[in-house]
């Protein structure tokens, strides 16, 4: 059962997927408080520090039947390029300047956990 489990996390971090396996959602929560709630709140509902002044809102991450519909692919994609690389704003900043695939695997996991979606 351990060997699977390792095998498995081996896979997903050399094949590079955004599978959660090896994912910690608490670091990830760590992160978003650290990089994410400015904009989308302590709460991840949208509404962080510069959210009135933006000009498009930032998601509600605790919106489970849209969060739903995003696949962990593409929550990574667009944590990682930015939002224009998912057809969202551009004002949905790029992180792969300042993360690991790791945190960011991190991150979705712990987007799992605001929107009540689960991992999948
Ligand atoms: C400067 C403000 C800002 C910061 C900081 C920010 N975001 Fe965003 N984010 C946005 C905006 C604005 C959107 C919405 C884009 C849209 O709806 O077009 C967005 C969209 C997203 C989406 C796409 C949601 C969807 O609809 O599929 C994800 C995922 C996301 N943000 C995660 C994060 C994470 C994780 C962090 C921290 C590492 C973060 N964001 C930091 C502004 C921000």
Request: glycine share 8%; charged share 25%.
């Amino acid at each position: 059962m351990k060997t699977s489990i390792l095998a498995l996390t081996l896979l997903a971090a050399t094949t590079g997927s955004p599978a959660l396996l090896a994912a910690d959602a608490e670091n990830g929560r760590t992160l978003y408080r650290g990089y994410c709630t400015q904009c989308h709140g302590l709460e991840g509902d949208g509404f962080g520090v510069n959210a009135p002044d933006m000009e498009v809102a930032p998601k509600d991450h605790t919106e489970t039947a849209e969060m739903q519909a995003r696949s962990d692919a593409d929550l990574f994609k667009a944590i990682k390029q930015g939002g224009k690389a998912v057809d969202k704003s551009v004002l949905m900043p790029n992180w792969d300047a300042n993360m690991s695939d790791d945190e960011i695997r991190d991150l979705v996991a712990y987007l799992r956990v605001l929107s009540n979606t689960g991992a999948k």
